[in-house]
């Protein structure tokens, strides 16, 4: 994983927006959804790192992660964020794709 890149986040995300998605989000605190299929409407990123990212999702409201510091979009269309402490540690995570993500 890279550290964020604002602008290449921000073009990663246009390749999701209007479209139906999977989403995997997780905390540190064990909470997590996995598989869960929604149609992305808006994506904002916000910071200079860490990052807050807010998502919007048609008829269910809005998902947000703070402490955001790396991403990858991987070459099977996956784009994957993550946050990680100053020891190393991920705090959260969230990852989009548009095929399910492995159980």
């Avoid at 992660?65 to 994957?80: A, N, P, Q, V």
């Avoid at 540690?89 to 794709?97: E, F, K, Q, S, T």
């Amino acid at each position: 994983m890279k550290y964020i890149n604002k602008p290449k986040l921000e073009a990663a995300f246009q390749g999701f927006l209007a479209q139906e998605v999977y989403l995997h989000s997780e905390a540190t605190s064990f909470v997590f959804v996995r598989n869960f299929k929604v149609r992305l409407e808006e994506a904002f990123i916000a910071g200079d790192g860490p990052y807050r990212l807010a998502l919007r999702f048609d008829e269910i409201g809005w998902l947000r992660s703070e402490g955001l510091t790396h991403y990858e979009i991987r070459t099977d269309g996956k784009l994957l964020l993550a946050g990680f402490d100053e020891f190393g540690r991920m705090n959260v995570a969230l990852h989009l794709g548009k095929e399910p993500f492995l159980e």
